[in-house]
């Protein structure tokens, strides 16, 4: 169930994101179509048609409402492929084929029979289902191999990073990243300018006391000369 | 494959395109999704013996008579895995291989786009003899940083590899959507046959 909702909301978003497939006729081919089953054993009976000629026993099928296909000269009507012929609606035909198919399946076993509906029907299913094996496949590769480098790969490269700043990796590969080191470096060299700067202050009183011991020394030689 | 070696090289140029250019990222991806659909469009049908249709057919939990979509699913499904496989793998390996080469691609971009700005911008430097002082500050060419977004970039292309590799295991699901409709898919456990391959 996990995987399925995963798919779905990939798809869903893959859909959004996809300009080829957007709009409301994705969606509308995305649901199944009641008429793919009943294709698919048309196939088979067609298919058996061909191979196999009619023989319509008017006689016999009185009370059928249709004509009987029988196998040459192996068994009689009952146990062979009877598709329901001459029925003006095509779905309705279809369906009582279907019924009568499944029918025959449940209650006969013949070989010839099995080879030829299950032969026509792989067929039938690997050839449609390549195309519609081929879309999925793409689309998983899509939803989850191409989005995520849309969606996904800034965060996780952002988180990932972030982790190997905060030097959880350790190794070499912090150091990179070591900003406590390079506080330490920058603090250091703080504290040394801020040192520098309070001897230059105290080198620069010392310098305005002799300038004013000098100016003193001068007042006083200049009153003794008067 | 159902054709031909030359007919193939024939279809690559007219349905895939752009055989001989050398493209990378979106369109080298378009590329080979569009190289796999030909390939999957190509590949020859399966050949079916009677001793395969005998032996799928069996015998049902419900019933003796021959569970003609029972068995038709069976040898499909067996027919697809063999026949699907290698094109999915092949696929599988083109497309990381793909992926990876992003990031040497948008290395290169981005280093030839610095070079760029450094050789209009020159008198932007910052007066140091060497020249390169917005150069060696930017982290984005600290080689231990590229070979960190490399690594993780390398990471990345694995983890969707092996995210998507699993979602492609079930091949069935195709086959029971296609038989049954999405709503009796085997993941929702309301299967109509007891078909468990």
């Known amino acids: 169930m996990i995987r399925c909702r995963d798919d779905l909301s990939s798809m869903t978003r893959f859909v959004t994101w996809d300009l080829q497939e957007r709009g409301g006729g994705a969606l509308r081919r995305a649901l199944p179509d009641q008429q793919d ?66 029918e025959g399946a449940l209650c006969t076993r013949d070989s010839s029979r099995t080879n030829l509906v299950v032969g026509g029907l792989v067929q039938h299913i690997v050839q449609q289902w390549r195309e519609a094996f081929c879309k999925s496949a793409i689309t998983k590769f899509n939803c989850y191999f191409m989005l995520p480098f849309v969606d996904d790969f800034h965060r996780y490269l952002r988180a990932e990073l972030h982790r190997v700043s905060e030097g959880e990796e350790g190794g070499e590969l912090s150091e990179i990243f070591d900003l406590a080191s390079a506080r330490r470096g920058l603090q250091q060299q703080v504290d040394a300018l801020r040192n520098e700067c309070s001897a230059n202050k105290k080198l620069q009183e010392k310098f305005h006391m002799v300038a004013k011991m000098m100016q003193r020394e001068q007042e006083r030689g200049g009153f003794a000369g008067q | 494959m159902s054709v031909s070696e030359r007919t193939w090289d024939h279809l690559l140029q007219s349905e895939v395109g752009n055989t001989q250019h050398k493209l990378y990222g979106g369109s080298q991806y378009h590329r080979v999704l569009r190289e796999f659909n030909l390939a999957t469009r190509c590949l020859r049908l399966p050949t079916i013996t009677e001793d395969e249709i005998a032996n799928a057919a069996g015998i049902g939990e419900t019933h003796d008579g021959v569970n003609f979509l029972r068995a038709s699913c069976v040898i499909a499904l067996e027919k697809a895995q063999i026949s699907f496989d290698p094109l999915l793998d092949a696929l599988r390996m083109r497309i990381s291989h793909i992926m990876g080469r992003l990031c040497p691609v948008s290395e290169y971009m981005i280093r030839q786009k610095a070079d760029r700005k450094a050789a209009s911008y020159q008198y932007m430097r910052d007066g140091r003899p060497d020249g390169q002082s917005t150069f060696s500050t930017d982290i984005t060419h600290n080689p231990q940083f590229r070979s960190l977004v490399r690594s993780l970039f390398d990471e990345f292309v694995q983890k969707c590899s092996d995210n998507v590799s699993p979602r492609l295991v079930c091949l069935c699901c195709v086959c029971w959507v296609f038989l049954y409709g999405p709503a009796s898919h085997p993941c929702h456990d309301a299967t109509p046959l007891n078909f468990r391959p």
């Open chain 1, 37 to 102: 089953i009943v294709s698919v054993y048309q196939v088979a009976v067609e298919q058996s048609k061909k191979s196999q000629p009619k023989q319509v026993e008017e006689g016999k099928s009185k009370g059928k409402s249709s004509g009987v296909v029988t196998k040459r000269g192996e068994q009689d009507s009952s146990g062979a492929l009877s598709p329901i012929e001459d029925v003006e609606d095509n779905r309705e035909r279809d369906y009582a084929n279907l019924v009568q198919l499944m």
